[in-house]
């Protein structure tokens, strides 16, 4: 019988070698993964570059417009044609309009095209303007003004018109055989073709309701219409003064209130102007604005409703935002009590230590942050140089100073060393966006410095990466 051969297999193993440069760039890639990680996880400080500007208030009113106005009516009834624009100044005495009794003035204009009514360069510039002026100065919830406008521009085209042609058409009319009846100013003053009814309106009588331009309309009588007896055809404003009265909610009386004179712009006419301010009470016992002017009264001739902003004081300085500025408390020291270190070059106190062999004094560095009325400024808090109790030395001296008196300060965190340091800030005006501070501070802002945009997300000391 033949033997049975061995059959097992033992299999080679070869020797576990070790990729070192495997294991570094595992290391490096858990690294990495980690700093990711850690850097999205962590809240991030942003920061805020100091700039030079500073702040102007606007506040945005709607007033109503009074001017010395009176009202024109005719005597007699008939075709009514114009001889002076609106907004133009007549004379005493000078041609206003004129009534054609018999109406063949429109059918003699018909008829003879040789009169030359056409509009001029000028005209067509001039209501360019008033649609520009319109343009600029729209708002969808006072949608009625569009047709206001348009009785505007109809009456200023025939107007126009009218007085092209009516220079030229004595002579013509003589030889037709037709008469007009002149009507000349009573008075020397502007003319104005937009009546509404406020021409007698006085400060004292204004009232909330007489803002509320719903229900306001102005009537303008055109050229070449028929006007009955005691009509009224035009107004004259015979006083070159003129007042704007506006509401006044609270914080605009507190804050208007002492100035005598306020800088007023009125956006629809590119024109800036100071006006004369006080306040008023009206007839239904509110507080009221009222501005006064001695100039431009002809560019709002006809309009009764004017809206402008007010631009209060300026105030120049270091602009910062209003989220980068905290409050932060502070023991105070005399100021007689500073001394400095063995160098002169540190800035500090002598502090009292006492132990079993008796009290001792010893120099400590100290942060001054602010200085005021004869004291310093230092920090305050569980890691702070100083606790409350503590005694000071003056320096040359016996006298001794408890630290405990307090008092805070607005400041913001100064991030330029790559950890926050509080900052005092002196506030010279804000918004709700912005603070203008003061510059030159001994222990304030420089331009370009970096502080920290929202003062809530750092405290003093905290490292930052920017």
């Not at 440069?21 to 490096?28: K, T, V």
């Not at 990495?32 to 999205?40: A, D, L, N, R």
């Not at 429109?106 to 056409?118: H, Q, R, S, T, W």
């Not at 949608?143 to 002579?171: K, R, W």
Request: hydrophobic letters at 35%; proline letters at 3%; aromatic letters at 14%.
């Amino acid at each position: 019988m033949a033997k049975k051969k061995n059959s097992k297999i033992i299999r080679y193993r070869p020797p576990l070698n070790i990729n070192v440069g495997m294991i570094i760039f595992s290391i490096i890639f858990v690294y990495m993964v980690f700093s990711v990680y850690t850097y999205i996880k962590k809240d991030k400080v942003q920061f805020y570059e100091v700039v030079e500007g500073n702040i102007v208030n606007d506040h945005q009113h709607t007033g109503i417009i009074l001017r010395d106005e009176q009202v024109e009516e005719t005597d007699c009834t008939g075709y009514i044609n114009y001889y002076v624009r609106e907004g133009k100044r007549a004379a005493f005495g000078s041609p206003i309009y004129s009534i054609d009794e018999t109406g063949k003035l429109a059918d003699f204009l018909e008829e003879n095209p040789e009169a030359g009514i056409k509009l001029t360069d000028d005209n067509f510039v001039d209501i360019k303007r008033q649609l520009s002026a319109f343009s600029m100065n729209f708002e969808n919830q006072s949608f009625g003004e569009v047709y206001n406008l348009q009785y505007s521009l109809e009456a200023a085209v025939l107007e126009y018109a009218n007085f092209n042609s009516l220079g030229n058409l004595d002579a013509l009319m003589n030889r037709a055989g037709i008469t007009i009846q002149q009507v000349t100013a009573p008075a020397s003053g502007v003319v104005s073709y937009a009546i509404d009814g406020y021409e007698t309106l006085k400060p004292e009588q204004i009232k909330e309701e007489v803002f509320n331009r719903t229900a306001y309309s102005r009537a303008f009588t055109k050229a070449g219409n028929l006007i009955q007896e005691s009509a009224p055809v035009y107004k004259l404003v015979t006083s070159d003064r003129w007042s704007v009265i506006f509401p006044l909610a609270e914080e605009s009386i507190s804050e208007y209130s002492g100035h005598s004179t306020l800088h007023v712009n009125f956006n629809s006419r590119d024109l800036e102007i100071d006006g004369e301010f006080s306040i008023i009470t009206g007839q239904d016992g509110k507080q009221y604005g009222k501005l006064d002017f001695d100039q431009y009264m002809v560019q709002f001739v006809a309009d009764r409703y004017v809206s402008f902003e007010i631009d209060m004081e300026k105030a120049s300085g270091l602009k910062i935002p209003t989220t980068a500025v905290t409050t932060k408390n502070f023991y105070l020291v005399p100021a007689e009590y500073m001394t400095y270190g063995g160098d002169s070059s540190n800035t500090g106190f002598m502090k009292e230590n006492y132990s079993e062999n008796g009290t001792q004094l010893e120099f400590v560095p100290t942060t001054i942050y602010y200085s005021s009325d004869g004291y310093y400024y230092i920090d305050m808090g569980e890691n702070a140089p100083f606790q409350a109790g503590d005694y000071v030395v003056k320096p040359e001296s016996q006298d001794r100073y408890q630290i405990g008196t307090s008092a805070s300060l607005q400041g913001v965190y100064n991030i330029n060393k790559g950890y926050a340091v509080f900052k005092q800030i002196e506030i010279l005006k804000s918004n709700e966006e912005y603070y203008t501070i003061k510059r030159g501070t001994s222990y304030g802002l420089s331009v370009y410095d970096h502080i920290v945009l929202n003062a809530d997300t750092v405290y003093e000391g905290k490292l930052i990466y920017q």
